[in-house]
């Protein structure tokens, strides 16, 4: 059974940072490009980022670009999400994703961990 779940999300004011990670089972892990995403309440899931199975290969949605950071660590089966200078705009449940199947979509997600940003 795969299993993504997510942590490390929670209330932060503005200009602060916060490191997601997720951790996957079920999967080999290391083959996985993994994707970030982001939902705010009453808009559409948003694409945040995605890495490739090395860690060779990341981008980003631009409005993310030179705030926020993608990494992973093979060995731990985790990708993280570093956030920084975070704005009231960045609120939004974060997901992870894993198993792409097509350039943005991919089969398995976490359950979200929520991220709110005071201003």
């Known amino acids: 059974q795969v299993q993504l779940v997510e942590s490390g999300g929670g209330l932060v004011q503005a200009g602060g940072s916060l490191r997601l990670s997720c951790v996957v089972s079920?999967?080999?892990?290391?083959?996985?490009?993994m994707g970030w995403f982001r939902q705010a309440p009453g808009k559409e899931r948003e694409f945040v980022g995605r890495i490739n199975w090395s860690g060779r290969s990341i981008y980003y949605a631009d409005s993310m670009k030179g705030r926020f950071t993608i990494s992973r660590d093979n060995v731990k089966n985790t990708v993280y999400l570093q956030m920084n200078s975070l704005k009231p705009e960045d609120t939004a449940v974060y997901y992870c994703?894993?198993?792409?199947?097509?350039?943005?979509?991919?089969?398995?997600w976490g359950q979200g961990t929520q991220v709110t940003v005071s201003s």
């Open positions: 994703a894993a198993g792409e199947v097509t350039t943005g979509t991919y089969a398995f």
């Open positions: 079920g999967r080999t892990f290391s083959n996985d490009a």
